[in-house]
T-cell receptor, first 114, second 115 residues
Framework: AQTVTQSQPEMSVQEAETVTLSCTYD???????LFWYKQPPSRQMILVIR??????QNATENRFSVNFQKAAKSFSLKISDSQLGDAAMYFC???????????FGAGTILRVKS | NAGVTQTPKFQVLKTGQSMTLQCAQD?????MSWYRQDPGMGLRLIHY???????DQGEVPNGYNVSRSTTEDFPLRLLSAAPSQTSVYFC??????????????FGPGTRLTVL
């Protein structure tokens, strides 16, 4: 079974600075998808960024980018120019290709200081 | 489109009571699922469905029942609530054939407390 590990329960970043959230996963599959979800205090789950395992190029969405290291099974999220609105719980998630269920990590709480 | 809706938003039950958490989506998605979120454990899959009349168990199905009589609705039933079922529950839906990502859309969640 696949597992996802987020080793940082909490992180803090100064407004306008850059922060990186870590995620590692364990799988024997070669084709899969990885996701980062943001959960603000409203509880709503918001998809931030996604990566296909067969793509070598790291995904980027505005201030959010990932560092995908397939051999190391690592999928970190970098947030540049952090804003107060980035404060939230962030979940890393894995999905096998051809399937629909998501496997989530435990989450990282990100605090942004002004 | 309303997306994925869940009712109620909050609920308090006594041990042994039963209730149904409602989930509906208006995007004609084939796939629907229920997750529970607990501190330090992320979201864990309870049950899922790939279409009307088809359901299957996820990672933590004990104590929960589901049915899928229509494409739109996927209710989650707690037959005899236990304090261990205190959690936040999320319903999600996605297309089965919408492309490689088949992005999942989440409802707003239901916070359930069992006393």
């Amino acid at each position: 079974a696949q597992t996802v590990t987020q080793s940082q329960p909490e992180m803090s970043v100064q407004e306008a600075e850059t922060v990186t959230l870590s995620c590692t996963y364990d799988t024997s599959e070669s084709d899969y998808y990885l996701f980062w979800y943001k959960q603000p205090p409203s509880r709503q789950m918001i998809l931030v960024i996604r990566q296909e395992a067969y793509k070598q190029q790291n995904a980027t969405e505005n201030r959010f980018s990932v560092n995908f290291q397939k051999a190391a099974k690592s999928f970190s999220l970098k947030i540049s120019d952090s804003q107060l609105g980035d404060a939230a719980m962030y979940f890393c998630a894995y999905r096998s290709a051809g399937r629909h269920k998501l496997v989530f990590g435990a989450g990282t709480i990100l605090r942004v200081k002004s | 489109n309303a997306g994925v809706t869940q009712t109620p938003k909050f609920q308090v039950l006594k041990t042994g009571q039963s209730m149904t958490l409602q989930c509906a989506q208006d995007m004609n998605h084939e796939y629907m699922s229920w997750y529970r979120q607990d501190p330090g454990m992320g979201l864990r899959l309870i049950h899922y469905s790939v279409g009307a009349g088809i359901t299957d168990q996820g990672e933590v199905p004990n104590g929960y029942n589901v049915s899928r009589s229509t494409t739109e609705d996927f209710p989650l039933r707690l037959l005899s609530a236990a304090p261990s079922q205190t959690s936040v529950y999320f319903c999600a839906s996605s297309p089965v054939t919408g492309g490689p990502y088949n992005e999942q859309f989440f409802g707003p969640g239901t916070r359930l407390t069992v006393l």
